[in-house]
């Protein structure tokens, strides 16, 4: 693809030489003359000046006195995520259901849906036009899934789940098991019956081997847009906003509210009923105990979790005493 026709598609400014072909995106030190990269930070712009990308993708205030072929975008990550797209274009299964899989009678299918080896669809389920189930997936009585979903390899989606439109599960995700609910009956634990449901919300992601777990009564429930990484626990009846970004290992105890567009790091511990605002931020590694509330846009961190800037000042006091005991010695 040329570059001026790649500039045009992605709605910015090109300099240099528009007619240079661009086969495919590579990172800055592995690119060739037909491969485009893109520039970020001051660190990556260093780095350009050694590359042989045949294109640059690059901030506004890029210093470009080498006079190299670029494109300019104001956000040249997301301008670099739409040249991938386009210059790598997802494949997907071809449409058709596979020989071996196991469909329900009653169960509606809708038109160019794909479903591989050794799938099983359950009574009642409806498929939403253009999605792809992988193979080995077991789909639960009742389910429903929307279009353009694409659902890999060996997920699991209990009974009476729903699910939007372009989502897209990971290999091993688990959606609907039963929460974590017990009672102590008679110095024994009992089974409280968990009978609520899961929703996903439209182009919702959901990293491999990540579990939602059905609510005791009434949903759990997932926004528009948010994104869960690899090996996320969310448990029973919680509530999760729009575009809310959670980093891998974090575990979210029962009954957890987080806000629109939030963000959390890898290996946060939340505890039960634990309320987390809208732009609030958690740092990797951090816990929130029961209850707690954090406030919208604040930024947590540490173990319990407090605001940045508590933590910061109380590891340079842990800091300074270990250097004055080491001194002493």
Same mark, same amino acid.
């Given at each position: 693809?040329?570059?001026?026709?790649?500039?045009?598609?992605?709605?910015?400014?090109?300099?240099?030489?528009?007619?240079?072909?661009?086969?495919?995106?590579?990172?800055?030190?592995?690119?060739?003359?037909?491969?485009?990269?893109?520039?970020?930070?001051?660190?990556?712009?260093?780095?350009?000046?050694?590359?042989?990308?045949?294109?640059?993708?690059?901030?506004?205030?890029?210093?470009?006195?080498?006079?190299?072929?670029?494109?300019?975008?104001?956000?040249?990550?997301?301008?670099?995520?739409?040249?991938?797209?386009?210059?790598?274009?997802?494949?997907?299964?071809?449409?058709?259901?596979?020989?071996?899989?196991? *469909?329900? =009678?009653?169960?509606? &299918? $809708?038109?160019? %849906?794909? @479903? !591989?080896?050794?799938?099983? /669809?359950? +009574?009642? #389920?409806?498929?939403?036009?253009?999605?792809? *189930?992988? =193979?080995?997936?077991? &789909? $639960?009585?009742? %389910?429903? @899934? !929307?279009?353009?979903?694409? /659902?890999? +390899?060996? #997920?699991?989606?209990?009974?009476?789940?729903? *699910?939007?439109?372009?989502?897209?599960?990971?290999?091993?995700?688990?959606? !609907?098991?039963?929460?974590?609910?017990?009672?102590?009956?008679?110095?024994?634990?009992?089974?409280?019956?968990?009978?609520?449901?899961?929703?996903?919300?439209?182009?919702?992601?959901?990293?491999?081997?990540?579990?939602?777990?059905?609510?005791?009564?009434?949903?759990?429930?997932?926004?528009?847009?948010?994104?869960?990484?690899?090996?996320?626990?969310?448990?029973?009846?919680?509530?999760?906003?729009?575009?809310?970004?959670?980093?891998?290992?974090?575990?979210?105890?029962?009954?957890?509210?987080?806000?629109?567009?939030?963000?959390?790091?890898?290996?946060?511990?939340?505890?039960?009923?634990?309320?987390?605002?809208?732009?609030?931020?958690?740092?990797?590694?951090?816990?929130?105990?029961?209850?707690?509330?954090?406030?919208?846009?604040?930024?947590?961190?540490?173990?319990?979790?407090?605001?940045?800037?508590?933590?910061?000042?109380?590891?340079?006091?842990?800091?300074?005493?270990?250097?004055?005991?080491?001194?002493?010695?």
């Amino acid at each position: 693809m040329l570059v001026q026709d790649l500039a045009e598609w992605l709605e910015a400014h090109w300099e240099g030489d528009g007619r240079v072909e661009v086969r495919r995106v590579a990172s800055l030190e592995e690119a060739g003359p037909g491969d485009i990269s893109f520039v970020s930070h001051k660190r990556a712009a260093k780095l350009a000046l050694e590359s042989r990308a045949g294109c640059l993708i690059v901030p506004p205030d890029f210093s470009n006195d080498a006079q190299r072929t670029v494109i300019r975008a104001a956000d040249p990550r997301a301008a670099i995520a739409g040249a991938i797209s386009k210059l790598h274009p997802a494949t997907r299964p071809a449409p058709g259901i596979h020989p071996s899989a196991v *469909i329900a =009678a009653d169960a509606s &299918i $809708g038109e160019g %849906v794909s @479903i !591989g080896p050794l799938a099983s /669809v359950g +009574a009642g #389920v409806k498929i939403g036009p253009g999605t792809s *189930i992988g =193979a080995g997936c077991a &789909i $639960g009585e009742r %389910v429903e @899934i !929307g279009a353009r979903c694409l /659902v890999h +390899a060996h #997920v699991t989606i209990y009974p009476d789940v729903r *699910i939007g439109d372009e989502v897209i599960l990971h290999s091993g995700c688990v959606l !609907g098991a039963d929460g974590f609910g017990f009672v102590l009956d008679g110095g024994a634990y009992k089974k409280f019956p968990q009978i609520g449901r899961v929703e996903i919300a439209d182009r919702v992601e959901i990293g491999a081997n990540s579990c939602v777990d059905r609510a005791a009564l009434g949903v759990t429930s997932i926004g528009e847009g948010s994104k869960l990484d690899n090996m996320v626990h969310v448990g029973h009846n919680c509530c999760i906003g729009r575009h809310v970004v959670v980093a891998a290992q974090t575990g979210f105890s029962g009954g957890v509210t987080v806000g629109d567009y939030a963000i959390i790091g890898g290996q946060v511990g939340i505890g039960d009923k634990v309320r987390i605002e809208p732009q609030a931020v958690l740092g990797s590694g951090s816990g929130v105990l029961t209850s707690k509330i954090v406030r919208a846009g604040e930024v947590m961190w540490g173990t319990p979790a407090r605001p940045l800037k508590e933590y910061l000042e109380q590891l340079a006091v842990l800091a300074r005493m270990a250097k004055r005991k080491k001194g002493r010695e």
